[in-house]
Nanobody
């Protein structure tokens, strides 16, 4: 499956953005989807994950209560709604698919098999 992330940009602290991840292929609905991010000088980290049906989501503590994932399998797309953005949310955000996903921390049991190209989110103070 090929993934295309979009929706990044520059926003002031406290603002909102919605990222989209469009997937190709008829197997999109078969995969657990996730978002990861990498800030300058830091390692890539898990942001959130959503199971195939979209019923269950999990988030990193740093974004819990502010970020929400959803998916529309009919459109082969998943979304990351980001509210109350903080400067420390500045990073390149990557969508990903098909990874070992746990409902309890650390949530990611195995690295994704598929990655999108990333979209830059910059939050100014």
């Amino acid at each position: 499956v090929q993934l295309q992330a979009s929706g990044g940009g520059l926003v002031q602290a406290g603002g909102s953005l919605r990222l989209s991840c469009a997937g190709s292929g008829r197997t999109f609905s078969s995969y657990t989807m996730g978002w990861f991010r990498q800030a300058p000088g830091k390692e890539r980290e898990f942001v959130g994950g959503i199971i195939r049906s979209g019923v269950i989501t999990r988030y990193a503590d740093s974004v819990k209560g502010r970020f929400t994932m959803s998916r529309d399998n009919a459109k082969n797309t998943n979304y990351l709604q980001m509210n109350s953005l903080k400067p420390e949310d500045t990073a390149i955000y990557y969508c990903a698919a098909d990874f070992g996903f746990s409902f309890s921390p650390p949530y990611v049991l195995s690295q994704p098999n598929y990655w999108g190209q990333g979209t830059l989110v910059t939050v100014s103070s």
